[in-house]
């Protein structure tokens, strides 16, 4: 059964960027196209980003143009560079298939923006 896990969260400040990596047990992200999602304290997971197995994005409103999704393919890795941060964007953050999760869920990375 493929896994996934996520690293590279933290606490960073209001402006500030971090890199996050996702890495899965098998080639699942190249059968199915890879997102990015989140959850914030009380409120529903959301998909904040995809990639497509032909290699295009597409992201919710509120982190176009601070955000970008990557892939690598070789590595069955997905990233998600997130500049610009905001206090908004405090969420527990998953990788997993998009639009439909098909694997199940790792513990992914609590990112925490605060000054």
């Known amino acids: 059964q493929v896994q996934v896990v996520e690293s590279g969260g933290g606490l960073v400040q209001p402006g500030g960027s971090l890199r996050l990596s996702c890495a899965a047990s098998?080639?699942?992200?190249?059968?199915?196209?890879a997102g990015w999602y989140r959850q914030a304290p009380g409120k529903q997971r959301e998909l904040v980003a995809t990639i497509t197995r032909g290699g295009k994005t597409n992201y919710i409103d509120s982190v176009k143009g601070r955000f970008t999704i990557s892939r690598d393919n070789a590595k069955n890795h997905v990233y998600l560079q997130m500049n610009s941060l905001k206090s908004e964007d405090t969420a527990v953050y998953y990788c997993?298939?998009?639009?439909?999760?098909?694997?199940?869920w790792g513990q992914g990375t609590q990112v925490t923006v605060s000054s």
């Open positions: 997993n298939t998009s639009p439909s999760p098909y694997v199940d």
């Open positions: 098998g080639n699942i992200f190249t059968v199915y196209h």
